[in-house]
């Protein structure tokens, strides 16, 4: 009988795909074998074309729940004869063209499983099978077998063995198995001593009850945490970290606790239970049950960064203290995430006494993702894409050439992408490197991801900005393989990124791109970040901004919203009595003089708009992390709109005679008259969400385009989201991100797709 080779690829290997190929063949009573390769699941089939091609569809259409198929082949090969159908070990012979598998939360069975006093694993804390459990940051080589991952220490049981050798097990192929008998070992160090033999997890308990600080090892790092109803443990924590402000995520242990204190819709419901588990923004009750410490946790806002546990061990933690934790990233502020126990144990201790390890190695780090929708139509906003959502980015309507691409993406909320065989990934967010820590992980990720696939690239693509950590890295990497490097302005890959995830790149129609953010180095060498640009079959055209502001002081400016708005503002006589009070007599002189002068760097950041309305209305004279002040602005409007439905009668444009505005001034300008008029602070931001909202609107009609496109930091912001919507949804085609961040996060995508899709060579 013929022999038929069945070719897979995607996110195929470590979602048990092969023991579902086993099964579904038992089932047809077809044989031949499967196995994984570096390049997907390959099977072969004793039986006809039209039979293989009806078994493939039957995989197609029901895939593994994990598992994303990108692309598969049939085709026949020389006769073979089978006597039954079988798992065969893989092999590593092909060259690596395959997608990894992120890591996957706690699954409904292994929970039912943990909590089972008649089970084995009856409260193991690292309980996994083919369904859930840690993947990206175990796996130190492909194809995905245990002997590839930091599982390969831990030596499986009889009882282990049997399940993962039985293809009819949920367990089978299942790298991270493992039960009491041959577990993953819990270590407690408490002041820098290790416990000997106590994994007793009340320990763990009464420290936090006494108010300790425990640093836990999860799976993509340690996290800090403490009870969250504890004010004066958070407060320490704050200290410690050296984080004054920024919001802290909660981990509560059911979604029951979590509604008590939280507004949670049916897509917030979905996501935190959803197999990524990523931190969700939630706002508070006004009449919540729970007596979080919401003061310390997040001071000035109403929105929480909640999760559930997505570890057994964080379940079985969380269900026994029956309050939520603060569950933050284990560092200091602006460094990575630790994730190696000798590190853990010399630098975590001076902040957090007792530590929580475990003996099975990450092989490389990511923070949790964090993820929130829009008050009013539910956008998904993806803000930080990480444990869980990444590495894998599937997108099959891009094409792609077949030389390796490496984009090093930018200097704030960084991440890198690859492009090799064909598929692209795109690394987890790895931090602000502007950090030296950061750009360490920067680099230890990098490096993991070239060896993973062998891959060396062709072609390095830089953000045009020299001075940024990641455009230097690119450069020295590309002076030592010899390799060319091309640079690609930053607001251009943002809109390519836009652009790429809405398969908008070969339509007809012209595509009106607004984007949006705090920094970044224009063609003319200004800072952009307020721009429209115009798109059509790979022309991009810068055809409009805000118009310019002097941009002064270097970095000082974006930390320090007071000189936005005196940047903004220092044409206008009724901001100096405002103003003035925010600067001494010294910084007040040299900034007048700087300000007078004509040779100033321009900018036309809506970013920085943003840090002076927040100066002007909620008295925010400096940041204490990135982009707070524009948080509280959006939080401030938030206050109104949860009581009062937006309409565009309030914007400040609404009377203006459509001539060109300036629209940074104008803005300031409105804002000053409505705080002379004693206006409070939340109907004025929402006001100027309303007509920044409206100002894109006329902008769009202006251009006469119908298709809009949005990317950069500001759209993050999930009230001006709404607003979009509810202003230009009727009359306008709106584009937004989808698995992206539309922060920084998303530029080395357009970078690659810029130099694919928008350069003389690609056409």
């Not at 708009?609 to 100066?615: E, G, H, K, L």
């Not at 008295?619 to 204490?624: L, R, T």
Request: net charge negative; hydrophobic share 40%.
């Amino acid at each position: 009988m013929s022999c038929i080779h069945i070719h897979i690829k995607g996110v195929v290997q470590g979602v048990g795909f092969r023991p579902f190929v086993y099964q579904l063949a038992l089932k047809e009573g077809v044989n031949g074998f499967v196995k994984n390769t570096t390049n997907g699941v390959h099977i072969f089939l004793e039986c006809s074309k039209n039979e293989a091609e009806a078994f493939v569809q039957k995989i197609i259409t029901n895939p593994p729940p994990l598992a994303t198929i990108t692309s598969w082949s049939l085709h026949a090969v020389a006769d073979q004869h089978f006597s039954s159908f079988s798992i065969r070990e893989s092999d590593d012979q092909a060259e690596r063209d395959l997608q990894l598998t992120s890591d996957v939360a706690l699954c409904p069975d292994c929970q039912k499983e943990l909590h089972d006093p008649s089970n084995r694993r009856y409260h193991y804390p690292f309980i996994t099978c083919t369904n859930c459990g840690p993947r990206y940051s175990i796996i130190q080589a492909l194809p995905y077998d245990r002997e590839h991952t930091t599982m390969d220490a831990f030596n499986m049981c009889p009882e282990c063995q049997t399940e993962y050798t039985d293809p009819m097990d949920r367990r089978n192929y299942s790298q991270t198995n493992s039960c009491p008998k041959c577990k993953v070992s819990l270590t407690i160090w408490n002041r820098g001593v290790e416990i000997p033999g106590d994994e007793n997890l009340d320990a763990i308990i009464q420290a936090w009850e006494e108010g300790e600080l425990v640093g836990i090892k999860g799976i993509g790092g340690y996290l800090l945490t403490c009870d969250a109803t504890n004010a004066a443990a958070i407060r320490r924590l704050r200290e410690l970290k050296n984080r004054p402000s920024k919001p802290l995520a909660l981990m509560y242990h059911d979604l029951y606790e979590l509604a008590e204190d939280t507004e949670i819709d049916i897509f917030e419901k979905l996501e935190l239970e959803s197999r990524a588990a990523p931190i969700v923004l939630l706002y508070l009750k006004e009449d919540r049950m729970t007596p979080i410490a919401v003061d310390e946790i997040a001071p000035g806002l109403q929105q929480l960064g909640v999760m559930l546990p997505y570890t057994p061990l964080y379940d079985l933690l969380l269900k026994k203290f029956k309050k939520p934790i603060v569950a933050t990233s284990g560092n200091r502020s602006h460094a990575a995430i630790i994730f190696e126990d000798q590190q853990a144990i010399r630098e975590l201790t001076q902040i957090s006494p007792v530590l929580l390890m475990n003996n099975r190695n990450i092989a490389t780090p990511q923070d949790d993702s964090v993820v929130r929708f829009s008050a009013l139509k539910y956008q998904r906003i993806v803000i930080r894409r990480a444990r869980g959502l990444a590495p894998a980015y599937i997108n099959p309507s891009l094409r792609l050439p077949t030389q390796n691409i490496l984009a090093m993406g930018a200097m704030l909320k960084s991440a890198f992408a690859l492009v090799c065989n064909q598929n692209i990934l795109i690394s987890p967010y790895l931090g602000n490197t502007d950090a030296f820590e950061a750009q360490l992980n920067y680099q230890h990720s990098l490096r993991h991801f070239l060896e993973l696939y062998q891959a060396s690239p062709e072609v390095i693509l830089l953000d045009k900005h020299p001075a940024y950590p990641t455009t230097q890295i690119g450069k020295e990497m590309a002076e030592q393989a010899k390799v060319p490097t091309f640079e690609i302005q930053h607001h251009k890959a943002h809109f390519c990124a836009v652009l790429a995830e809405n398969d908008l790149l070969t339509i007809e129609d012209k595509i009106l791109g607004v984007i949006w953010d705090g920094t970044g180095l224009g063609d003319d060498g200004n800072i952009w970040g307020g721009e429209f640009f115009s798109y059509k079959k790979g022309n991009i055209e810068r055809i409009g901004h805000v118009p310019y502001f002097d941009f002064i002081l270097g970095d000082k400016m974006p930390r320090e919203p007071r000189i936005s708005a005196l940047a903004i503002a220092h044409k206008i006589p009724e901001a100096h009595a405002l103003l003035k009070g925010k600067f001494n007599e010294q910084e007040w002189g040299i900034y007048q003089k700087l300000l007078s002068k004509d040779d100033n760097l321009q900018s036309s950041s809506v970013g920085r708009i943003f840090d002076a309305i927040a100066c002007l209305i909620l008295g925010i004279d400096k940041h204490s992390f990135h982009g707070e002040a524009a948080m509280l602005l959006e939080n401030a409007a938030h206050r109104y709109f949860h009581h009062n439905r937006p309409t565009l009668y309030y914007s400040y444009l609404k009377n203006h005679d459509g001539s060109a505005i300036n629209i940074s001034e104008f803005l300031v300008q409105s804002v000053l008259e409505d705080l002379s008029k004693g206006y409070d602070s939340e109907f004025i931001a929402a006001k100027v969400h309303i007509s920044l909202a409206d100002y894109i609107k006329q902008t769009a009609e202006s251009y006469g385009i119908k298709k809009v496109a949005f990317s950069g930091g500001v759209f993050q912001n999930a009230w001006l989201t709404d607003l979009l919507i509810l202003f230009m949804g009727d009359d306008f085609d709106l584009y937004f991100h989808k698995e992206l961040s539309p922060n920084d996060e998303n530029i080395a995508l357009g970078q690659l797709i810029y130099y694919v899709y928008c350069q003389p060579h690609s056409a």
